[in-house]
């Protein structure tokens, strides 16, 4: 074999090692010396959980400094952990706000420090433009229409000419409350067999879950004929009130939930859940490539919405994938 030859399958061989290692997904450059400061509400849910441990792996992927701080449920304690990040000088501030107003103070000294804050997941309410850069996480509102249209379907399948609902809602004033409940009110305005008996707030834990339900089903019994849970946790707190009270979740209780994890998915496949609109924590890489794009100074967009979709018993549910969360 004459040398030409052997050089040049050398060289086809190193071209074809090198297009191969094209193929898997392209690990983002790393960056060094990139400090963000993140201020995560708790460790309420499934959805809470799983979106921490995004964060935590997206940033690990990128190679960006993360100080993550878990605030407990309280306002104060994610205020507190946004003045440590402006004294630490980080160069990125991220939260997730755990309800909608009181930020000013604090948002305007990150402002003054020249440090910018992004919101993961919830947004804030403030009358002061500039506070914020942008808003990464899902259009609540669509995910109450979608429940809503999923339920105004529902009604008409089983021929049901009145609907009388109980919503379990989430943390009062939050975002996701707010716009959940104003997307689902909005669809069944319009809907004369649509009737909400009460609305109680179950601040997105399992235990309050199961207290709304236990008192809904003592003052409504069995004229309830669904419920309308603005999160897995409440959802999957209230199942056994239901079961306790002798009534057969699914059937002859329509399940509407919110977030779309593991369990709650289970129980959908169980029969009884109906309908899981998606809510999806992985907001992690969104966050990174913003963070990014702002110490590059590249423009970002104002709202980024990750797409969600709705599982319900009106599909083969079987073929739902692992959730991750
Ligand atoms: C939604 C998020 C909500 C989840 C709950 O993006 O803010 O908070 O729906 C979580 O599970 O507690």
């Given amino acids: 074999m004459t040398k030409k030859k052997i050089w040049s399958m050398a060289l086809a061989l190193m071209?074809?090692?090198s297009f191969m290692g094209c193929g898997k997904e392209a690990e983002p450059a790393k960056e060094d010396g990139i400090l963000l400061g993140v201020s995560q509400i708790g460790s309420e849910s499934a959805w809470r959980i799983g979106n921490t441990r995004d964060i935590e792996e997206q940033a690990d992927r990128y190679g960006i400094n993360l100080m993550m701080e878990n605030a407990n449920q309280k306002q104060e304690n994610q205020i507190a952990a946004i003045r440590r990040f402006?004294?630490?000088k980080v160069d990125v501030i991220a939260f997730s706000p755990i309800v909608e107003e009181g930020w000013d103070n604090v948002?305007?000294?990150?402002?003054?420090?020249?440090?910018?804050?992004?919101l993961v997941d919830r947004d804030i309410n403030t009358a002061k433009e500039g506070l914020t850069t942008c808003l990464i996480g899902a259009d609540f509102y669509k995910e109450g229409v979608m429940a809503a249209e999923y339920l105004i379907r529902k009604a008409d399948a089983l021929e049901m000419d009145h609907v009388n609902i109980v919503e379990i809602a989430g943390t009062e004033n939050s975002t996701p409350m707010r716009q959940r409940q104003a997307g689902f009110y909005d669809t069944i305005a319009n809907d004369p067999r649509m009737t909400v008996l009460e609305s109680i707030d179950g601040d997105f834990l399992k235990s309050r879950g199961a207290e709304c339900m236990r008192y809904f089903l003592e003052t409504y019994g069995d004229q309830i004929d669904a419920v309308y849970s603005h999160n897995d946790e409440m959802t999957l707190g209230a199942l056994p009130e239901i079961e306790k009270a002798e009534f057969v979740p699914g059937q002859d209780i329509i399940i509407i939930s919110i977030d779309g994890g593991q369990e709650a998915i289970n129980v959908l496949k169980e029969g009884k859940i109906n309908c899981v609109v998606e809510c999806t924590p992985k907001l992690g890489s969104a966050l990174m490539e913003t963070v990014l794009k702002l110490k590059n100074g590249e423009a970002v967009d104002a709202l980024i919405h990750p797409e969600e979709e709705v599982f319900s018993d009106e599909m083969d549910t079987?073929?739902?994938?692992?959730?991750g969360y």
């Fill in 86 to 88: 402006i004294a630490y």
């Fill in 15 to 17: 071209l074809t090692l």
């Fill in 318 to 323: 079987s073929t739902i994938a692992p959730r």
């Fill in 107 to 118: 948002l305007k000294e990150a402002k003054d420090a020249g440090i910018p804050v992004i």
